[in-house]
């Protein structure tokens, strides 16, 4: 049974930090890239950061570079975001994609940026 599992949301004031985790189970781990995805209340969901199946290349989206980071530990089956200097706008509901001879979809973990 495939499965991925966010976890490591939470609330969080302005200008903190979260690492939000993945874990994978049920499929070839290391041969799927690795990505997250945000969806904030009444808008759609939209990509925020890929990693290759290696972990060798990283791509986030602009307005979260510099201060979000993806990274994977393909021996945990396990793909990571660790979020910084946290905005008002990063609010969302945080998941995770596995893409390759199949997509999968975790089922998020809620992020609330709030002082």
């Known amino acids: 049974q495939v499965q991925l599992v966010e976890s490591g949301g939470g609330l969080v004031q302005p200008g903190g930090s979260l690492r939000l985790s993945c874990a994978a189970s049920?499929?070839?781990?290391?041969?799927?890239?690795m990505s997250w995805y945000r969806q904030a209340p009444g808008q759609e969901r939209e990509w925020v950061a890929g990693i290759s199946k290696t972990g060798g290349n990283t791509n986030v989206k602009d307005s979260v570079k510099g201060r979000f980071t993806i990274s994977r530990d393909n021996a945990k089956n396990t793909v990571y975001l660790q979020m910084n200097s946290l905005k008002s706008e990063d609010t969302a509901v945080y998941y995770c994609k596995a893409s390759g001879p199949s997509v999968y979809w975790g089922q998020g973990t809620q992020v609330t940026v709030s002082s």
């Open positions: 049920g499929f070839s781990f290391s041969t799927y890239g």
